[in-house]
């Protein structure tokens, strides 16, 4: 039986995760309020009314990477304006429309990768993307993650996107190193399935050799996914991968 004094650290240790997570939450949600009010009011003072930015996921998480709709009735130029509009308001992340993806950019290839970076590393600072003890099987729980992930990821599209697999030191190396690469080709495979193209991905593991700064390597804390945005690469618009306005 674990002793009194063992269970209090135990619980304080859960209780200061919470709080933590807790308040990224709610820093997020009066980011989200903020970057609202400043693109309802930019859209009103430049009489797009019918538009709306919505700064949530599809699950009602917030995000800086806002959703446009209520621009059915605008013409392409009209679309083009209102989206960089939005896109310009100091924190706004990658723009997309309820009808149909579309980057706002000036003609040059412009997706911030260091904020789409930002993004994701927040979203797994409080949260881990976790699998089945020894498996490469993604469990029930991480998929919200991943689709918050994979929303966090859209305005990066057009870059290279490393996916990076770690374990710690239990185990032989080689199977560790196996064992990081499949998970790491699991993320990636899930990150297809939402709509992230397959060539801008890229999988690898590196074993337990990379453990987290501060932790021994043997410690269960450096089973983890990592993402890092690694290069732009501009990719030419098709309507199957980067479909217009509408």
Not at 84 to 106: F, M, Q, R, T
Request: proline share 7%; net charge negative; with cysteine.
């Amino acid at each position: 039986m674990k002793s009194r004094p063992a269970i209090a650290i135990a619980l304080g240790a859960v209780l200061v995760t919470a709080l933590g997570y807790v308040g990224s939450q709610s820093g997020a949600e009066a980011l989200a309020q903020r970057l609202d009010e400043r693109a309802r009011l930019a859209i009103a003072e430049a009489g797009y009314e019918p538009v709306t930015a919505r700064f949530q996921t599809r699950r009602g998480a917030p995000i800086r990477h806002p959703m446009l709709s209520g621009g059915e009735g605008l013409d392409e130029g009209s679309r083009d304006r209102v989206a960089k509009l939005v896109a310009g308001l100091p924190g706004v992340g990658g723009i997309s429309w309820e009808d149909g993806w579309a980057n706002a950019s000036s003609g040059d290839v412009d997706f911030e990768p260091v904020r789409c970076q930002d993004d994701v590393e927040t979203l797994l600072r409080t949260r881990s993307i976790r699998f089945e003890e020894g498996s490469a099987a993604l469990l029930d729980t991480s998929n919200i993650l991943i689709d918050e992930v994979a929303d966090a990821l859209r305005p990066c599209l057009g870059s290279i996107i490393a996916i990076i697999g770690h374990t710690d030191r239990s185990g032989t190396e080689p199977g560790n190193l196996a064992l990081s690469q499949d998970r790491a080709r699991a993320v990636r495979e899930a990150l297809v399935r939402r709509g992230i193209p397959r060539d801008g991905l890229r999988a690898r593991g590196v074993g337990s050799s990379e453990p987290v700064q501060g932790l021994e390597a043997d410690d269960p804390a450096n089973r983890r996914i990592e993402f890092s945005v690694i290069r732009i690469e501009p990719v030419t618009p098709t309507p199957v991968d980067t479909p217009g306005p509408r």
